[in-house]
């Protein structure tokens, strides 16, 4: 048997990148042969085992064949008899279908370290448009390499187009479709990975929420980019580079879905944007079925971040709804992270990328303010029951007034 360092750990080898996580591919080998030595099984169906130290995945060598829509559809056939080559070509991308041995001997038959050169993201053979997942993959990876000058080859462009018009992206499952968009999300240029998904048509499909806010105006004076789908982008681009968790940047990408549906008539205003996008976004978060947190967060940010840019001027009654609907006594992590969105979308607007956000601290010291007040000397003037909960109310109200007057003094 014949073990081979493949795909991202060669890729970002040569890239002069770190390397995370190894997969290896095993050729000329038996599962019982690997058994034997220990491995572990990792699917019933997959040729695919851990090392008994280390952990890493370890693949037999296989070809693939498509018998069906979707990711069931896919037939494998691992044999002591399949070659490096042929596992090699059922891979996505040409940089990442690249091998080495233990001498660090490239094997490389379809060119990945000239297209790593070219800075090309390429498909390897026609058998790409087998998996619709691969059009996520491609767009994930732009986002992760256009920093160092990575584009998509046109070819690939066009297959992917191929693909996004055949119904095949709708056979994904939620799972597989999550994973990669949340890895996406997290590189350091996530708007690249939706912009590529627009270009090839991918975005309408997956998400024509987020597709339909291009070409949509909104005011200029304040936004000097005008359209809502550059924003959005914007948007993202701030919280990457601002290093925002998950649940941000998931928020920020559907803060604005309301603005999709505004009649014509009445661009570029958007009135009520906030409350019409929140069925928009939760089919957002429903058909991926993102974790909780991130679908929380996005309804939130959807509904209150006109209320964040707004948050001098609020009554202290509405500051005060704000911080209940937050439940921010008890969830003042996600408090921040509202906060931060908000400051993401005031960021991503042409030109004002450095503008200070006072909301933000604004926000912050209310969020103190009304968590500083104390039940127990409500509980010893023996308020009990809904009585309780209204005086706590009244003190937090009076905390936040007291809170304005100083902060606009
Ligand atoms: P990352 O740095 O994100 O882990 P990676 O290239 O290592 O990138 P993995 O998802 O770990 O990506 O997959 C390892 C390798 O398996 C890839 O480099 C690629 O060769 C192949 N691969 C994974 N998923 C697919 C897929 N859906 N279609 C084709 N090849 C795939
Ligand atoms: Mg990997």
């Not at 990408?253 to 570029?268: F, V």
Request: aromatic share 8%.
């Amino acid at each position: 048997m014949r073990i081979y360092k493949v795909g991202g750990a060669v890729r970002d080898r040569l890239l002069g990148k770190p390397v995370t996580d190894i997969d290896w591919v095993v050729v000329g080998a038996t599962t019982e042969e690997m058994l034997a030595k220990g491995y572990r099984p990792v699917g019933a169906d997959f040729p695919v085992f851990l090392h008994p130290k280390s952990g890493e995945e370890y693949a037999l060598a296989r070809t693939e064949r498509k018998s069906g829509r979707g990711y069931g559809g896919f037939t494998f056939h691992a044999s002591p008899e399949v070659t490096l080559e042929e596992d090699l070509i059922r891979r996505d991308l040409t940089i990442n279908a690249m091998a080495e041995d233990d001498q660090q001997n490239l094997t490389d038959p379809y060119h990945g370290q000239r297209d790593l050169e070219a800075r090309i993201l390429r498909h390897v053979s026609p058998a790409f448009a087998e998996d619709p997942l691969r059009v996520l993959r491609v767009a994930r990876f732009a986002a992760r390499y256009c920093g160092m000058g990575f584009t998509v080859a046109p070819e690939t462009l066009e297959l992917m187009r191929q693909l996004s018009q055949s119904g095949e992206l709708q056979a994904l499952t939620a799972e597989r479709s999550w994973k990669e968009i949340s890895r996406a999300l997290m590189e350091d240029q996530p708007q690249v990975f939706i912009e590529v998904l627009r270009e090839c048509g991918a975005l309408k499909v997956l998400m024509p929420e987020v597709d339909a806010l291009f070409g949509v105006p909104q005011p200029e004076a304040h936004h000097p980019e005008i359209d809502t789908g550059v924003h959005t982008l914007s948007v993202l681009e701030q919280a990457a580079l601002h290093k925002q968790p998950l649940t941000v940047r998931w928020a920020c990408l559907l803060h604005d879905l309301g603005k999709g549906l505004t009649p014509e008539e009445e661009w570029p205003r958007h009135i009520a944007h906030e409350h019409t996008g929140l069925k928009l976004i939760k089919a957002v978060n429903e058909r991926f079925k993102a974790p909780k947190d991130c679908q929380e967060l996005a309804l939130l940010v959807g509904q209150y971040h006109t209320h964040g840019h707004r948050a001098l001027e609020l009554k202290p009654s509405t500051l005060l709804e704000l911080l209940q609907s937050f439940d921010v006594y008890r969830r003042p992590q996600r408090f921040e992270e509202f906060i931060a969105a908000c400051e993401m979308d005031a960021r991503g607007r042409k030109g004002l990328e450095q503008r200070s956000y006072p909301q933000a601290d604004y926000l912050r010291g209310a969020a103190i303010a009304a968590r500083s007040v104390a039940v127990q000397p409500l509980l010893e003037k023996g308020f009990k029951g809904p009585e309780l909960g209204e005086a706590i109310k009244r003190e937090r109200l009076k905390t936040l007034k007291a809170y304005k007057e100083a902060a606009s003094a």
